[in-house]
């Protein structure tokens, strides 16, 4: 039997480390624990960021127009100083006689006032406009003073063609 020694080893010296060495990446990984807390923590600062900014936001005013038209007395009225009135059975016409406006289910959308009258061969024509009626309905329905309700489309009513005769 025949024993072989490998050759001896000699000590290297710091001259002869190769140019090239590998380096051995030692970086820590935070825990499980750790990583989730510190998700938490940044999801919810993100959400409350959300949160403080839209509660500073306006909501947005909803849709609203202006019913515009007219209003005529064919019967009792006359003249009053610039405008006129409705006498006998009418007295209840004049400027400021309340206007509503009933949304398609018959509730209240809207209130204002008859605006200025012109009184013109034993007639009286009124302004009407009513501001901040919503929109969304398929129609309305406008009453002056208790008289009775007259229904008009949307498209009427956003296009101001209110048109109601009484007398």
Known sequence: MTTEASPPVEPSTASEVPAETPSVSR?????PLLA???????????VGGIWAYAAGQEPPAPAVFTLTGAFALTEGATRNGDGCIGTGGYDDIAEGTSVTVYDGTGKV???GNLG???YAVGACAFEVRIPDVPKG???YQVEV???GKV???AEEA???KLSVTLG
């Open 27 to 31: 970086t820590k990984h935070p825990s």
């Open 36 to 46: 989730g807390l510190l998700g938490l923590a940044i999801g919810a600062g993100g």
């Open 109 to 111: 959308a809207a209130t």
């Open 116 to 118: 200025k009258s012109k």
């Open 137 to 139: 309905e398929k129609f």
């Open 145 to 147: 003073s208790h008289r």
């Open 151 to 153: 229904q008009l489309s």
């Open 158 to 160: 956003e296009a101001g």
